[in-house]
């Protein structure tokens, strides 16, 4: 039988101690740090570049891609996935899922995407879109969305 009594309790100051660490430490965190952020804008650059275009997902197999149209053009996608089919909408203002056959529909109530890197996906259909390349938009600011806006 263990005696809960024999562990020493922690003191107050033992997180501090912990948290504190030796200059190697600082060093390597600073650096690590340092890369995350020098990847991320690494990341945010290249997917900036190009013409902007619409890639459509299933699963890892790329479906489609379609350029944003320049003009009122409207583009339709009809993608096919584990559900059935899923409606997306292409246009110069960006890309949207108009609907699918999931049950809880949060790829429709995620709105239009129209940043480069924005991806819209509907989990349940396994269907992703990805938009790549630089707009008007992209070029203006730079925009971080977590999940939706």
Not at 49 to 65: N, R
Request: proline fraction near 5%.
């Amino acid at each position: 039988m263990i005696n809960q009594d024999s562990h020493p309790k922690p003191h107050k100051g033992d997180f501090i101690q912990c948290l504190k660490g030796t200059g190697a430490d600082r060093v390597l965190l600073f650096l690590l740090l340092l890369g995350i952020a020098l990847l991320w804008f690494q990341i945010n650059q290249s997917l900036a570049q190009g013409v902007p275009t619409a890639y459509v997902y299933h699963q890892k197999q790329l479906l489609a891609a379609y350029p944003l149209p320049t003009d009122e053009q409207v583009i339709h996608v009809a993608a096919k996935g584990e559900l059935g089919l899923s409606e997306i909408e292409i246009s110069k203002q960006g890309i949207r899922f108009l609907s699918s056959p999931c049950a809880t529909h949060y790829c429709t109530l995620a709105g239009q995407k129209s940043y480069a890197g924005s991806v819209l996906a509907c989990v349940p259909n396994h269907i992703m879109v990805l938009l790549r390349g630089s707009s008007a938009k992209s070029d203006d600011q730079i925009h971080f969305d977590a999940i939706t806006e």
